[in-house]
């Protein structure tokens, strides 16, 4: 079973993903602020990341860098779900912390896509 941690300070999110993959498809963990998704991720190792982008997109994208800065998880995959006016303000950032971008509101289908895709690569490789 693949691990997912999603960075999110709301339920919303989470439970909505626990519902959508969190049977049989991953082990999701959630951390609410920058200092539990380090030290979930330093010990769990998730394949999958999640970041729901808020307000704060600096501090977000600051956390995003020090995941993606972990040696464990060289091979994670990190996924910022962002509204358009924050893909049109950070999305000279974005490239550098994530390895995909999808638009609010957030559709489960759409990262259903993304996973597959994500997936299929570990297979070929």
């Known amino acids: 079973m693949e691990r997912m941690l ?3 300070e709301g339920y919303d ?3 909505s993903l626990l ?3 969190g049977y049989g498809e991953y082990k999701i963990t959630q951390a609410m602020n920058e200092n539990q998704a380090i030290k979930v991720a330093e010990t769990e190792h998730p394949e999958i990341i999640i970041v729901n982008l808020t307000g704060d997109n600096e501090s977000e994208l600051a956390t995003c860098k020090k995941l993606k800065s972990i040696p464990q998880l060289h ?3 990190i996924i910022l779900l962002t509204s358009q006016y924050q893909q049109d303000e950070t999305s ?3 490239e550098s912390v994530a390895n995909y971008c999808l638009p609010k509101p957030f559709c ?3 990262l259903t896509t993304v ?3 994500i997936r ?3 297979l070929l490789s």
């Open 6 to 8: 999603i960075v999110d």
């Open 13 to 15: 999110l989470h439970n």
């Open 19 to 21: 519902l959508t993959f």
């Open 75 to 77: 091979h994670s995959h």
């Open 92 to 94: 000279k950032h974005i």
């Open 108 to 110: 489960p289908n759409n």
């Open 115 to 117: 996973l597959t895709g």
């Open 120 to 122: 299929s690569k570990k």
